[in-house]
């Protein structure tokens, strides 16, 4: 259990285009995702929370027009990288929060990453 | 803020001996550190957690201890073998957030 998919598992583009990037949770339902981005040899950075129903919450210096978020539903979120450039082009990995309950704080799940290449 | 800081960052070991990894944490409220194995050019997978009211957890070869007073924590692998070899990552999570802080990240190797 506990399985997170992304699509694309990479994707190439040209610069000034647009790219979508899906993050499904598959075996359960997650009222909060959040998206990361990991450069080579680093670790990763949270870009934003994503809760089902309400915007995005971004963390500093993450412009919020160029990574749109939408979180539709409880088992979907989607990254939107608009008008992007070649210094996009990036490893981005989504994770899914399985509730514990009782047993204290939610649990990460990561989807397998997209690979993006701006050219 | 929470700061997490991960030691080595690099580990290499002969197969079949253990290797340790070791994280420190700066937030006395984080009460949730898992650790993630990450393999190249794949997401980030959970091999294990533990969380504030215990002191240590084992599965299989894999444990982890905890030690609240001192604010670390730290990974074992016990009888190391090559499919081990990955990036892996420790994180905390402060109560009342639902943000990880994660560690830098250690390469382990295991050498046949």
């Known amino acids: 259990g506990a399985v997170v998919s992304q699509h694309p598992s990479w994707v190439i583009c040209k610069s000034g285009t647009s790219v979508k990037i899906e993050c499904r949770s598959l075996?359960?339902?997650?009222?909060?995702m959040f998206w990361y981005r990991q450069f080579p040899k680093q670790s990763l950075m949270l870009m934003a929370t994503?809760?089902?129903?309400?915007?995005?919450?971004?963390e500093q210096g993450v412009e919020k027009d160029k990574f749109l978020i939408n979180h539709a539903s409880l088992t979907l979120s989607t990254l939107t990288v608009t008008s992007a450039h070649p210094e996009d082009s990036s490893f981005y990995i989504c994770s899914a929060s399985l509730p514990q309950g009782l047993a204290g704080s939610d649990t990460q799940y990561f989807g397998p990453g997209t690979r993006l290449t701006v050219l | 803020g929470e700061n997490v800081e991960q030691h080595p960052s690099t580990l290499s070991v002969q197969e079949g001996d253990s290797a340790v990894i070791k994280c420190t944490y700066s937030?006395?409220?984080?009460?949730?550190f898992p650790w993630y194995k990450q393999e190249l050019g794949k997401g980030p997978q959970l091999i294990i957690d533990i969380r504030s009211n215990v002191g240590e957890k084992k599965d299989q070869r894999i444990a982890v201890t905890l030690n609240k007073t001192a604010k670390h924590f730290s990974l074992h692998i016990t009888e190391t073998q090559p499919e081990d070899s990955a990036v892996y990552f420790c994180?905390?999570?402060?109560?009342?957030?639902?943000?990880?802080?994660f560690g830098t990240g250690t390469r382990l190797q295991v050498f046949p």
């Open positions: 994180a905390a999570l402060s109560r009342g957030t639902d943000k990880l802080i």
């Open positions: 937030d006395s409220a984080s009460n949730y």
């Open positions: 075996d359960f339902q997650a009222t909060t």
């Open positions: 994503s809760n089902e129903g309400s915007k995005a919450t971004y």
